[in-house]
């Protein structure tokens, strides 16, 4: 059973920034196309960035701000938050995708999420 646990949230100010983990246990890490997630409360979970092989993919809004990078010998995904603007305020997920280019799908349950609350 795959299991996902994020953590690194916490309450930041503005241009401040944060670097999450998720933990990855139950399969072949490696194997994997990697991202992260977030999501605002009544809202849908949006797509911040990819990790797979190739090059990462980043959604516009954090390009030059986030960077996504993964541990394989210690089965971890990352993201580096950097000029965090209230903006970014949401609950951050990691998950295992399928897709390409900017058109990904997660293919695992959801774990519990870390917070990150960015204020002035």
């Known amino acids: 059973q795959v299991q996902l646990v994020e953590s690194g949230g916490g309450l930041v100010q503005a241009w401040g920034s944060l670097r999450l983990s998720c933990a990855v246990s139950g399969l072949l890490f490696s194997d994997y196309v990697l991202a992260w997630y977030r999501q605002l409360p009544g809202k849908a979970r949006d797509l911040v960035a990819t990790?797979?092989?190739?090059?990462?993919y980043y959604v516009d809004s954090v390009k030059g701000r986030f960077t996504i990078s993964r541990d394989n010998a210690k089965n971890t995904l990352y993201l580096q938050m950097n000029n965090l603007t209230p903006e970014d305020t949401a609950t951050y997920y990691c998950n295992t995708v399928f897709g390409s280019d900017d058109t990904w799908w997660p293919l695992d349950s959801w774990g519990q999420g870390t917070q990150v609350t960015v204020s002035w």
């Open positions: 990790q797979g092989r190739e090059q990462p």
